[in-house]
């Protein structure tokens, strides 16, 4: 039903659509942040040009790696390459900053709202930025969580110094905020020692990133406990005013946050679905007289909105 008949409200002006934005926030009993890889993105968190150059640019060369999240399938021969690989790529994008404050203008508007965020994102941006741990749901993992390959368990373990160790093996300093520096000159090694390399404790086989890329993704108990305050959190507010901003959500897992915002808002007449997207701002025309579509970049339009 939907996927025949979308639309992005393209009548109505920027300053249209912030005015609602602006009202539906102040109305809204609650808000469900539904937030994607845009978001993040829009934070500075790229995973090509200029950053995916200064991290991987040795890996780019060798292999010919083009972006960051294609580097994350490359076939790597031994483990000690593939974690040098995988310890830069969790490290730029989970325990170092984002560029721009966008997660940070995000919470400003919503923290003295009941509020709960759903997210596809793996990077900790919102915690990092401030928000209350016990209203997130990261569906699809946590870059700084590692978990067996197997899984033998469904135990997740925090990888914070084996990481850390890893990225100064390789010949980055890591400074007080976190950032990764190199001496002018000095080359970088591709791979880590063999102590370094993560192993099951249990059944020995190696270690692997948290992420929901296949079947063995584990769903630890923080995980279930996340799924059940979020399922709380909608039953709680069922048929009240409730804003459901989605921000930066694409087409790769419409089932996970696009998908469930529009069928909750067609069920309740109170409800407000607002899309941020640059590029990809649309809504069923079945909810249409209840949604806000803006197409434009979030950071600019977080920063607006203050």
Request: charged share 25%; glycine share 6%.
């Amino acid at each position: 039903m939907f996927l025949r008949s979308l639309t992005n409200k393209s009548t109505e002006t920027y300053s249209d659509k912030l005015k609602q934005l602006k009202t539906a926030l102040n109305d809204a009993d609650a808000v469900v942040i539904g937030a994607g890889s845009g978001l993040s993105t829009a934070a500075g968190f790229t995973y090509s040009g200029e950053r995916f150059e200064r991290y991987f640019h040795d890996f780019a060369k060798k292999y010919h790696i083009s972006d960051i999240y294609s580097g994350g399938f490359y076939p790597f021969q031994t483990l000690e390459e593939y974690w040098a690989w995988w310890s830069r790529h969790i490290w730029v994008n989970r325990y170092m900053n984002a560029p721009k404050p966008v997660y940070e203008d995000l919470l400003a508007l919503v923290q003295d709202k009941d509020y709960f965020v759903l997210t596809t994102n793996v990077d900790h941006c919102f915690q990092k930025a401030g928000f209350d741990k016990h209203r997130m749901f990261y569906t699809q993992g946590d870059y700084g969580l590692f978990q067996c390959s197997e899984p033998c368990h469904s135990d997740t373990y925090d990888n914070e110094d084996i990481v850390r160790k890893m990225v100064e093996a390789q010949g980055y300093t890591i400074t007080e905020r976190n950032d990764l520096i190199i001496e002018n000159g000095k080359p970088l090694k591709m791979t880590v020692p063999y102590e370094f390399v993560p192993y099951c404790h249990k059944c020995g086989k190696p270690m692997n990133v948290n992420l929901r890329s296949d079947s063995t993704f584990a769903e630890d108990k923080g995980w279930a406990e996340a799924q059940n305050r979020y399922c709380d959190f909608l039953r709680r507010h069922r048929n009240l005013h409730i804003l459901f901003l989605e921000l930066g959500v694409g087409a790769n897992t419409p089932v996970i946050i696009k998908y469930p915002f529009w069928k909750m808002t067609a069920a309740n007449p109170k409800a407000i679905y607002a899309c941020i997207n640059y590029g990809e701002a649309f809504c069923p025309r079945d909810i249409d007289k209840q949604s806000i579509c803006l197409d434009a970049d979030i950071g600019a339009v977080l920063e607006d909105w203050q």
